[in-house]
């Protein structure tokens, strides 16, 4: 199935992840989005061989949304950059578990991933081994039983809005691994990574995309 295709220039291609789809293969050989990605490319530009495609950052196999790839060395190199120095705005949106006290709020934790778990340590004050973890949340719509959060990300470690909202006592609802009280069918959580911004890689123009949260989620809040 053809990649639905956000933004693309000489550089680099944005496209939405479906949840449950992997961004990158792994032991599993289940299909992934930079073998779709790849294809997508090699038939649009009738590429002989081999297609470069660079992962530039990732998303977790139950989360939906906006997801960035490189397409030439050149948009690696300067879009990692832009990665590693925080430039890149990432926006999230997410259905949580409950009410949160405040319409607004900072998260700070230090995480660590569990390399044999899957899944991140967390802890309140700085442990030797763990990192700073920093989000800022806005709450956006009120159900009865669920809130809908707008979610800044400060920094970018594994698995990091679901462990620290799970640490608060509201975890995204779907997400068991992180404490929430009942699954998804399809093994999805409600988390989307629904806005992102970037320079391309050589006119240093700002790229701004933005994609609604799934509809589903209104008749979850009260579900």
Not at 35 to 50: C, F, Q, R, S, W
Request: glycine share 8%.
């Amino acid at each position: 199935m053809a990649p639905d295709v956000l933004y693309e220039d000489n550089h680099v291609i944005a496209v939405y992840k479906s949840a449950g789809v992997l961004t990158q293969g792994d032991k599993s050989k289940d299909p992934c989005l930079m073998d779709e990605v790849k294809k997508y490319l090699k038939e649009k530009y009738k590429k002989p061989g081999n297609v470069f495609l660079g992962l530039l950052h990732r998303l977790d196999q139950p989360v939906s949304g906006i997801i960035l790839f490189a397409k030439t060395s050149k948009g690696a190199a300067r879009l990692s950059e832009q990665f590693r120095n925080h430039e890149v705005v990432k926006t999230y949106h997410a259905l949580v578990e409950g009410k949160l006290s405040g319409k607004k709020g900072t998260l700070v934790h230090y995480l660590k991933k569990d390399e044999e778990q899957k899944r991140s340590l967390i802890s309140e004050t700085l442990v030797e081994g763990y990192q700073n973890a920093e989000l800022e949340y806005e709450v956006v719509e009120e159900g009865k039983e669920n809130s809908i959060l707008k979610i800044n990300l400060k920094t970018g470690r594994y698995h990091q809005i679901r462990s620290q909202f799970s640490a608060i006592g509201h975890p995204i609802v779907g997400d068991v691994k992180y404490g929430a009280k009942k699954s998804f069918q399809d093994g999805h959580i409600a988390l989307c990574a629904t806005e992102l911004k970037f320079k391309t890689a050589t006119t240093n123009e700002e790229v701004s995309l933005k994609i609604d949260y799934p509809d589903e989620w209104n008749q979850q809040k009260s579900a």
